[in-house]
């Protein structure tokens, strides 16, 4: 279930003994007139609780320069040509909505596909996918692999079909894992 809420600003994230993300704490807006004349929140006293499990960063976004990457500090994104190499609002800035990201990560897939066809290919530092995986499941031991989200997919649809519908969503994380489990 997605819930889109507006004016509303989350300031403090609650977790659990195992360091698992259980809530959030928001606190609700105004809009206000700036001196420039523009709409802006402000935050009021009021507060409430929200009972997650997952939590996704997309308010407020700046981009973060990164070493030996080139970046626009006005702007706040990767100067790009044609989205070169970068994706989303690293490559625009904070615009557009969820789906203006796969018109503009197709633009730069297409890009690095033309350029490997040229030669060009870029080299990374530590090409072994192996080093990639150690360091996921270092920060994440909880681990979803690419073979298991297909394994879920089949699930979801599965369940779907027994319901007249075209997919049943798995929601809640413990739930997954549990599927997951039984194969």
């Given at each position: 279930k997605l819930t889109l809420?507006?004016?509303?600003?989350?300031?403090?994230?609650?977790?659990n003994a195992g360091g698992?993300?259980?809530g959030m704490k928001l606190v609700r807006n105004e809009l206000r007139v700036s001196d420039d004349g523009s709409l802006r929140p402000r935050p009021t006293e009021q507060y409430e609780e929200l009972a997650v499990e997952l939590?996704?960063?997309?308010?407020?976004?700046?981009?973060v320069a990164l070493?030996?990457?080139?970046f626009h500090e006005k702007w706040g994104i990767v100067p790009n040509e044609k989205g070169l190499y970068v994706s989303g609002w690293i490559k625009r800035?904070?615009?557009?909505?969820?789906?203006?990201?796969k018109p503009?990560?197709?633009e730069t897939v297409?890009?690095?596909v033309e350029d490997a066809g040229k030669g060009v290919l870029l080299e990374p530092s530590l090409p072994d996918p192996a080093a990639g995986d150690a360091l996921v499941r270092e920060r994440q031991p909880r681990v979803v692999t690419f073979d298991a989200w297909r394994r879920l997919d089949a699930l979801e649809l599965e369940?779907?079909?027994a319901r007249g519908r075209p997919r049943v969503k798995l929601t809640a994380l413990d739930e997954m894992l549990e599927a997951l489990s039984r194969g």
């Open positions: 809420r507006f004016l509303v600003s989350p300031v403090e994230l609650r977790d698992e993300v259980v939590v996704f960063r997309s308010v407020g976004y700046r981009g070493p030996d990457v080139p800035g904070p615009s557009g909505v969820i789906g203006t990201n503009c990560a197709v297409e890009r690095m369940r779907g079909k």
